[in-house]
Antibody, heavy 118, light 107 residues
Framework: QVQLVESGGGVVQPGRSLRLSCAAS????????MHWVRQAPGKGLEWVVV????????YYADSVKGRFTISRDNSKNTLYLQMNSLRAEDTAVYYCARDTDNGVIDYWGQGTLVTVSS | DIQMTQSPSSLSASVGDRVTITCRASQGISNDLAWFQQKPGKAPKSLIYAASSLQSGVPSKFSGSRSGTDFTLTISSLQPEDFATYYC?????????FGQGTKVEIK
C-alpha cells in the first residue's frame, strides 16, 4: 500500500534552516510528481510546491519562492524540502502528497510539525 | 491566482441528513477540482477528483458536481464518521489553491 512518511520537523529559530524528508513506499516513486502542502495551527490547507516525477519542473507558492527548495532522490524514494530563512509564519504541519499524472493529489503523508520561534 | 471560495464556512447537521457544500472558482477551471476530507489531528484524505470522480475506496454517499465555475460536494446521508472539515482545491493552474474549508459539525 502507498505510504508517505515525513520527518525532519522541529523547533527552529527565525532566520535558520530546516530540511524535511518524505520517504515513499508501496509504489514506483519515480513515476509520480510530489507536492508539499502545509497547514498553520487552526488554519486551512496551503499548497507550497510541486516537483515533477523526474525533477524536471518545480513550481512554488509566492510565499516561499526564493527561500524553499524542493528536490527528490528517486534512487532513495525520498522527497525533500529545504527551508531557509524561516519565518514565524512558516510555522505549520507540512504534508507531502502524491500527484497523479494529471495533477490530482491522491495520497497524503501524516505530516511533520515545523515551529519557527525564538 | 485562482481564488476558491467555499460556502458555508461551517454547518451543523444531524445523522442521516443530506449535506451540500459549495465551492466557487474565480475563473474557469474546467473540471479540475478536487475535494478532501480532514478530521482533527489527521492528514487530509482525498475524496473526489475531476469534479465528480470518486477516489478509490471512497463510499458512494459522496458525490460531486459542476455548474460552470460552481462546484458542489454532497453527502447523501451523513454518518458519524463524516463529521470533519472539507476542502476543495483547483488543479487547473499554478499555484494550486484551496478553499478555506467547511466544518461539518453535529447538531
Amino acid at each position: 500500500q502507498v505510504q508517505l512518511v515525513e520527518s525532519g520537523g522541529g523547533v527552529v529559530q527565525p532566520g535558520r534552516s530546516l530540511r524535511l524528508s518524505c520517504a515513499a513506499s508501496g509504489f514506483t516513486f519515480s513515476n509520480y510528481g510530489m507536492h508539499w502542502v502545509r497547514q498553520a495551527p487552526g488554519k486551512g490547507l496551503e499548497w507550497v510546491v510541486v516537483i515533477w516525477y523526474d525533477g524536471s519542473n518545480k513550481y512554488y507558492a509566492d510565499s516561499v519562492k526564493g527561500r524553499f527548495t524542493i528536490s527528490r532522490d528517486n534512487s532513495k524514494n525520498t522527497l525533500y524540502l529545504q527551508m531557509n530563512s524561516l519565518r514565524a509564519e512558516d510555522t505549520a504541519v507540512y504534508y507531502c502528497a502524491r500527484d497523479t499524472d494529471n495533477g490530482v493529489i491522491d495520497y497524503w503523508g501524516q505530516g511533520t510539525l515545523v515551529t519557527v520561534s525564538s | 491566482d485562482i481564488q476558491m471560495t467555499q460556502s458555508p464556512s461551517s454547518l451543523s447537521a444531524s445523522v442521516g441528513d443530506r449535506v451540500t457544500i459549495t465551492c466557487r472558482a474565480s475563473q474557469g477551471i474546467s473540471n479540475d477540482l478536487a475535494w478532501f476530507q480532514q478530521k482533527p489531528g489527521k492528514a487530509p484524505k482525498s475524496l473526489i477528483y475531476a469534479a465528480s470522480s470518486l477516489q478509490s475506496g471512497v463510499p458512494s454517499k459522496f458525490s460531486g458536481s459542476r455548474s460552470g465555475t460552481d462546484f458542489t460536494l454532497t453527502i447523501s446521508s451523513l454518518q458519524p464518521e463524516d463529521f470533519a472539515t472539507y476542502y476543495c482545491q483547483q488543479y487547473n493552474s499554478y499555484p494550486r489553491t484551496f478553499g478555506q474549508g467547511t466544518k461539518v459539525e453535529i447538531k
